[in-house]
């Protein structure tokens, strides 16, 4: 199963601070990641990386693994931000492996990554998908559960719920359609995280600066990393330097 994380702070770091240089990076979770639940052993079928710009996210991905891109491995370490969201993914069995269907994906100032698959994929989702625009469907992503659940939160947002409603709504009907899925979803909009877990893991950080990073598993061994229970959804907002992150964390 994919992994992924996500980072907001007051101050920018480079990529490669969260991405490739911490001692259990998403660069080695790429290859030797620590808690696959549900198989898959390595995140080899693509990655990405948006980043806020000065004026909008950027976003850098890849069909091949992290590790083969000694350009990415370069710029990670050029480049600053204070948000970023990456994954790096194992193609669920039967899904097309290419750079559209990496995440994250982008779309009206925000990003959005999975982690995990759904079950009975795609029939169990014919009824929720036909909730959708016509031309949402003909623009998705990817063909991957990944995409359309990205669609499905992107017209609850659009329906004017906020990001946690969304995402919390699109939760409760997939599982109530497809029982069984994994849902670890993860949105960035460059102010806040909004990620859930569901039947994978999920940790967090955060620092003496006001930020915070969550991640499907803890980037190193020493620094308080918070494992967030199954079946909660995580909301984190940056802080200042005399002004904790705010993070809640609630029962789906
Ligand atoms: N099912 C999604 C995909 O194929 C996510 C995969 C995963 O989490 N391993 O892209």
Same mark, same amino acid.
């Given at each position: ?46 990655? =990405? ?28 370490? =050029? ?36 982690? =995990? ?121 940056? =802080? ?13």
């Amino acid at each position: 199963m994919c992994r992924h994380l996500a980072h907001v702070g007051p101050t920018p770091v480079t990529l490669a601070s969260l991405v490739t240089e911490p001692e259990h990076s998403l660069l080695v979770q790429s290859y030797a990641p620590a808690d696959m639940r549900g198989g898959g052993t390595v995140n080899a079928d693509g990655f =990405g990386v948006g980043w806020l710009g000065p004026a909008d996210w950027h976003l850098y991905r890849r069909d091949d693994p992290m590790w083969t891109d000694a350009s990415f491995l370069d710029l990670a370490r =050029g480049v600053g931000t204070t948000a970023l969201v990456a994954a790096v993914r194992s193609a669920t069995v039967g899904m097309p492996v290419s750079t559209a269907a990496c995440a994250p994906f982008r779309a009206d100032g925000r990003l959005f990554s999975h982690n =995990g698959v759904v079950r009975g994929w795609p029939h169990s989702m014919a009824d929720l998908a036909a909730t959708l625009p016509a031309l949402d469907l003909l623009t998705l992503d990817a063909a991957t559960d990944s995409a359309l659940l990205w669609a499905l939160v992107r017209a609850r947002l659009a329906a004017g719920k906020d990001v946690a409603d969304a995402v919390a709504g699109v939760v409760a009907e997939t599982l109530a359609a497809a029982p069984g899925s994994r849902l670890n979803l993860l949105v960035g909009d460059g102010e806040q995280i909004v990620a859930t877990a569901v039947d994978h893991a999920l940790s967090y950080r955060t620092y003496p600066d006001g930020a915070v990073t969550v991640a499907s598993e803890p980037l190193d061994l020493h620094h308080g990393w918070v494992p967030v229970p199954d079946g909660s959804l995580l909301v984190a907002r940056p =802080g200042g330097v005399h002004d904790p992150p705010a993070v809640t964390v609630s029962a789906l």
